[in-house]
T-cell receptor, first 114, second 109 residues
């Protein structure tokens, strides 16, 4: 299995809802990433996990809460989001976190906050 | 400041014409640069990286440290090259990729 998978593909939620995005990879990668991508903009890094430990938090609001339950799974828990949080959320993984490691991206979850 | 600049939002060419997508960077160390491509309705994927010096789908990119550039070139564009192209710099200090704003390449028949 050489792909990063993400579920769900689409998610619509209200501002009071709690939902979670899921990302999975079975390539044995030890670094996993969450990015946010607004329309016609580049991906913006949110979080990085390395060996299941949070390595980078790009000052993301606490309404986004990442979790890495094991080396293959990455979750992003969402609570009390705002309409401006509507975006494509991308997960990626790489063998390690260093510069020689290619990042493999998932197809994304398109999130709409009403 | 560490930065990647892609000056063109849109590059429109005809099939068979040469293509050059511009990328300039600002980085104090030895840069590691990448080109990522996002075809319509497909995931973001690595196209090439400067350290490997390979040609993928006919595209090449040369790192010019004097001009701090990493332009992407292809001698003869194909319609299937139409996509969004992102230049990215790996920041060793922050241990993360920094993406440029992207250039949309449209190849017309």
């Amino acid at each position: 299995d050489t792909e990063v998978t993400q579920t769900p593909k689409h998610l619509v939620m209200g501002m009071t809802n709690k939902k979670s995005l899921k990302c999975e990879q079975h390539m044995g990668h030890r670094a996993m990433y969450w990015y946010k991508q607004k329309a016609k903009k580049p991906p913006e890094l949110m979080f990085v996990y390395s060996y299941e430990k949070l390595s980078i938090n790009e000052s993301v609001p606490s309404r986004f809460s990442p979790e890495c339950p094991n080396s293959s799974l990455l979750n992003l828990h969402l609570h009390a989001l705002q309409p401006e949080d509507s975006a494509l959320y991308l997960c990626a993984s790489s063998q390690g976190q260093g510069k020689y490691n290619e990042q493999f991206f998932g197809p994304g979850t398109r999130l709409t906050v009403l | 400041a560490q930065r990647v600049t892609q000056p063109e939002k849109l590059l429109s060419v005809f099939k068979g014409a040469p293509v050059e997508l511009k990328c300039n960077y600002s980085y104090s160390g030895s840069p590691e640069l990448f080109w990522y491509v996002q075809y319509s309705r497909q995931r973001l994927q690595l196209l090439l990286r400067h350290i490997s010096r390979e040609s993928i789908k006919g595209f090449t990119a040369d790192l010019n440290k004097g001009e701090t550039s990493f332009h992407l070139k292809k001698p003869f564009a194909q319609e299937e090259d139409s996509a969004m192209y992102y230049c990215a710099l790996f920041s060793g200090g922050y241990n993360k990729l920094i993406f440029g704003a992207g250039t949309r390449l449209a190849v017309h028949p």
